[in-house]
């Protein structure tokens, strides 16, 4: 029963270089999401996908693109990374209708750029 | 701007006395709230949420009170237990689709 999987867990990257985080989610969720969590900002999306083949830019896309691959998995690009970037991003999916549609969260991928 | 606020950045109680959360919110069109919950190096857990067509509504020892006409929401957690310990976010949606998200405050029970 996995949930939502993210990798890599942790990663370190140079400014101007660039990597893909990975999310897949097994609950047939339309729904998925990127987010990130920086102190005293809790968790703001980066971009969503309502469903497959569709993405929207979310609060904080600048320097982020993103690809929903199919119904399981979306995934984020840094395509130059920045020291503003470094952050903790949360992979998260949703049925995405009805009251009774919470977010599930994958447990983060820590990124550090130096 | 944010659109949802936790302005408490962080709490503590005593074990086995009431704990409250609070959470404003500044858009009229959000229907749609959630508290989460979030230990250390894990992704947040969702706790419990409730409808804009309600104003309460219980779980167990967790209950979630909004006030649609102050544009706010509270988490009462009784009683507080240890291990209730962690970051809450209080998050809002409008379409079931974006949802955003709060600040966090960060609780601490005392045994």
């Known amino acids: 029963n996995a949930g939502v999987t993210q990798t890599p867990k942790f990663q370190v990257l140079k400014t101007g270089q660039s990597m893909t985080l990975q999310c897949a989610q097994d609950m047939n969720h339309n729904s998925m999401y990127w987010y990130r969590q920086d102190p005293g900002m809790g968790l703001r999306l980066i971009y969503y996908s309502a469903s497959e083949g569709t993405t929207d830019k979310g609060e904080v896309p600048n320097g982020y693109n993103v690809s929903r691959l199919n119904k399981r998995e979306f995934s984020l690009r840094l395509e130059s990374a920045a020291p503003s970037q470094t952050s903790v991003y949360f992979c998260a999916s949703g049925p995405g209708q009805g009251f009774n549609s919470p977010l599930h969260f994958g447990n983060g991928t820590r990124l550090t750029v130096t | 701007d944010q659109q949802v606020k936790q302005n408490s950045p962080s709490l503590s109680v005593q074990e086995g006395r009431i704990s409250i959360l609070n959470c404003d919110y500044t858009n009229s069109m959000f229907d749609y709230f959630l508290w989460y919950k979030k230990y250390p190096a894990e992704g947040p857990t969702f706790l419990i949420s409730?409808?804009?067509?309600?104003d309460k509504n219980e779980d167990g020892r967790f209950t979630v009170f909004l006030n649609k006409s102050a544009k706010h929401l509270s988490l009462h957690i009784v009683p507080s237990q240890p291990g209730d310990s962690a970051v809450y976010f209080c998050?809002?949606?409008?379409?079931?689709?974006?949802?955003?998200f709060g600040s966090g405050t960060k609780l601490n029970v005392k045994p």
């Open positions: 998050a809002a949606s409008s379409n079931f689709n974006k949802f955003y």
């Open positions: 409730i409808s804009s067509i309600k």
